[in-house]
C-alpha cells in the first residue's frame, strides 16, 4: 500500500554537527514532497519542500535532497543547533483522479540535539 | 498577521459524546485540512474542504463530519466518541485546493475516557 517511512525514529547529534533525517516513499506517482517540524505541543511548523522534477533543494540552514530512483527523501540541517530538537516529518503530495490531492505523512523522526 | 487559530486547547470528553472543534484559517486562505495525530504518530488526514465544499475524505468512519462557513473558517464534529478518538486534532489551511503548502493551528488534544 501506500506509505511514507522513516529510517530512523530517534537521532541524536551534538550541537553544530550535521544532521541527516530520511524518508523513503512508496508511490512513484507523488509529485510534491514536504518536510515539518513538530515541537512539542505545537502544530507542524512547515521546513522546505521540494516538487518531484527537482533533485535537491536549499532553504536557511537546510537541503532536502529527493532521490527518486529509490524513492528516498532526506532533510539535511547544517550546524545543528538545540532549537532544532523536534520530531520531523516528510510528507508526500500524491495527485488523484478525483478533484483532490492526497497527503501522506510518514511517522516523524524525533531529533535530539545534544548541548 | 495571525496564523491558523483552534479552538478549545485541550478538551476531555466520555464515550458516547459528541465534540465539536473549531479552526480559522490564515487570513485569505480558502481551504482547510482537518488531520488526526495519535501519540507518536504522524497526522492522518480526515477532511479538506475548499470555498465551503468538501474536497476529500479520508479514512475514517461517518461518525466524523465537517463543514466550512462563508468566512471560511471550519468546524469539525465527531459523534458517538471512543477511546481511540483520542488525539491531537490538527487544521491546516492553505490558499488554494490542492498542493498549496499548509499552515497548521496548534491543535486541539481531545481525550476520551
Known amino acids: 500500500g501506500e506509505s511514507v517511512g522513516l529510517h530512523l525514529p530517534t537521532l541524536s547529534v551534538q550541537e553544530g554537527d550535521n544532521s541527516i533525517i530520511n524518508c523513503a516513499y512508496s508511490?512513484?506517482?507523488?509529485?510534491?514532497f514536504i518536510w515539518y517540524k513538530q515541537e512539542s505541543g505545537k502544530g507542524p511548523q512547515f521546513i522546505i519542500d521540494i516538487r518531484s522534477n527537482m533533485d535537491k533543494r536549499q532553504g536557511q540552514r537546510v537541503t532536502v535532497l529527493l532521490n527518486k530512483t529509490v524513492k528516498h527523501l532526506s532533510l539535511q540541517i547544517a550546524a545543528t543547533q538545540p532549537g532544532d530538537s523536534a520530531v520531523y516529518f516528510c510528507a508526500e503530495n500524491i495527485p488523484m483522479k478525483t478533484s483532490y490531492d492526497k497527503v501522506i505523512f510518514g511517522p516523524g523522526t524525533s531529533l535530539s540535539v545534544i548541548p | 498577521d495571525a496564523g491558523v487559530t483552534q479552538s478549545p486547547t485541550h478538551l476531555i470528553k466520555t464515550r458516547g459524546q459528541q465534540v465539536t472543534l473549531r479552526c480559522s484559517p490564515i487570513s485569505g486562505h480558502k481551504s482547510v485540512s482537518w488531520y488526526q495525530q495519535v501519540l507518536g504518530q504522524g497526522p492522518q488526514f480526515i477532511f479538506q474542504y475548499y470555498e465551503k465544499e468538501e474536497r476529500g475524505r479520508g479514512n475514517f468512519p461517518d461518525r466524523f463530519s465537517a463543514r466550512q462557513f462563508p468566512n471560511y473558517s471550519s468546524e469539525l464534529n465527531v459523534n458517538a466518541l471512543l477511546l481511540g478518538d483520542s488525539a491531537l486534532y490538527l487544521c491546516?489551511?492553505?490558499?488554494?485546493?490542492?498542493?498549496?503548502?499548509?499552515?497548521f493551528g496548534p491543535g486541539t488534544r481531545l481525550t476520551v475516557l
Open positions: 491546516a489551511s492553505s490558499y488554494g485546493p490542492n498542493t498549496d503548502t499548509q499552515y
Open positions: 508511490n512513484s506517482a507523488s509529485d510534491y
